[in-house]
């Protein structure tokens, strides 16, 4: 059984991946280690900070120690700490929105971008950004930012959490294809979604556990 360990910077999502690993890739033993001092400190000082980046980088130190076959980002807010990591591990590190992002481009001229946070959003949007100029693609990105569900939900109301980000993709959904969801934790809410603005949208935990899985299947 191939093993890989996922990173989260926040409570709330691994429930989520499990379920989309035991659906797609239950052949893969999965490990969870989270750290929520990360993006608490990220939404603290509005960016990612140097001693985040530097815990984050002994996490993934630590998983390729374990003798991991791959190892799972999940924090979208953070992507540039695994660019830096890419280049002294040998255990495959996968985004968890990489991949989504490169589907997102392929496929639709205008892309609503739906976050709680903006040091989730920022990173989801250029990102999605490099990944249409790589292909050639001329994507507009649209900032579908649900301000105040991050604090409803620290403050106990899920409910109130959630009215907010359905609030914010039927403002942007009439102007873009499709829409993205910035944070993983929020896929449950994408068929929801999907019915209620109706349009396609797209969350990345499925597309994780598909790139995870062909790439060990790929692996040696």
Same mark, same amino acid.
Not at 127 to 147: D, P, Y
Not at 164 to 169: C, R, S, V
Not at 179 to 199: C, E, N, P, Y
Not at 205 to 216: D, G, Q, T
């Given at each position: 059984?191939?093993?890989? *360990?996922?990173?989260? +910077?926040? &409570?709330?999502?691994?429930?989520?991946?499990? %379920?989309?690993?035991?659906?797609? @890739?239950? #052949?893969?033993?999965?490990?969870?280690?989270?750290?929520?001092?990360?993006?608490?400190?990220?939404?603290?000082?509005?960016?990612?900070?140097?001693?985040?980046?530097?815990?984050?980088?002994?996490?993934?130190?630590?998983?390729?120690?374990?003798?991991?076959?791959?190892?799972?980002?999940?924090?979208?807010?953070?992507?540039? *700490?695994?660019?830096? +990591?890419? &280049?002294?591990?040998?255990?495959?590190?996968? %985004?968890?929105?990489?991949?989504? @992002?490169? #589907?997102?481009?392929?496929?639709?001229?205008?892309?609503?971008?739906?976050?709680?946070?903006?040091?989730?959003?920022?990173?989801?949007?250029?990102?999605?950004?490099?990944?249409?100029?790589?292909?050639?693609?001329?994507?507009?990105?649209?900032?579908?930012?649900?301000?105040?569900?991050?604090?409803?939900?620290?403050?106990?109301?899920?409910?109130?959490?959630?009215?907010?980000?359905?609030?914010?993709?039927? %403002?942007?959904?009439?102007?873009?294809?499709?829409?993205?969801?910035?944070?993983?934790?929020?896929?449950?809410?994408?068929?929801?979604?999907?019915?209620?603005?109706?349009?396609?949208?797209?969350?990345?935990?499925?597309?994780?556990?598909?790139?995870?899985?062909?790439?060990?299947?790929?692996?040696?």
């Amino acid at each position: 059984m191939k093993k890989i *360990v996922a990173l989260y +910077a926040g &409570q709330g999502l691994a429930e989520l991946m499990m %379920k989309t690993f035991a659906e797609i @890739a239950p #052949e893969v033993k999965v490990y969870n280690m989270v750290d929520d001092s990360l993006i608490q400190e990220c939404i603290r000082e509005g960016c990612v900070t140097r001693g985040v980046k530097r815990r984050l980088l002994q996490h993934i130190i630590v998983a390729e120690q374990m003798g991991m076959d791959a190892i799972l980002s999940t924090c979208s807010s953070m992507g540039e *700490v695994v660019d830096i +990591a890419r &280049q002294f591990c040998e255990t495959p590190i996968v %985004k968890i929105d990489e991949h989504m @992002a490169t #589907e997102a481009v392929s496929k639709y001229g205008s892309l609503a971008v739906l976050a709680t946070i903006p040091t989730t959003l920022n990173p989801t949007m250029k990102l999605l950004e490099t990944k249409a100029k790589e292909a050639g693609r001329k994507v507009s990105i649209i900032n579908g930012m649900a301000n105040g569900a991050y604090q409803a939900l620290v403050a106990g109301k899920p409910e109130e959490h959630d009215r907010l980000i359905l609030e914010a993709a039927m %403002k942007v959904a009439g102007d873009s294809d499709a829409i993205v969801l910035a944070q993983g934790s929020m896929g449950r809410m994408k068929d929801s979604l999907a019915k209620k603005t109706g349009k396609p949208v797209l969350a990345s935990p499925p597309f994780a556990a598909r790139a995870i899985k062909a790439l060990l299947e790929g692996k040696k």
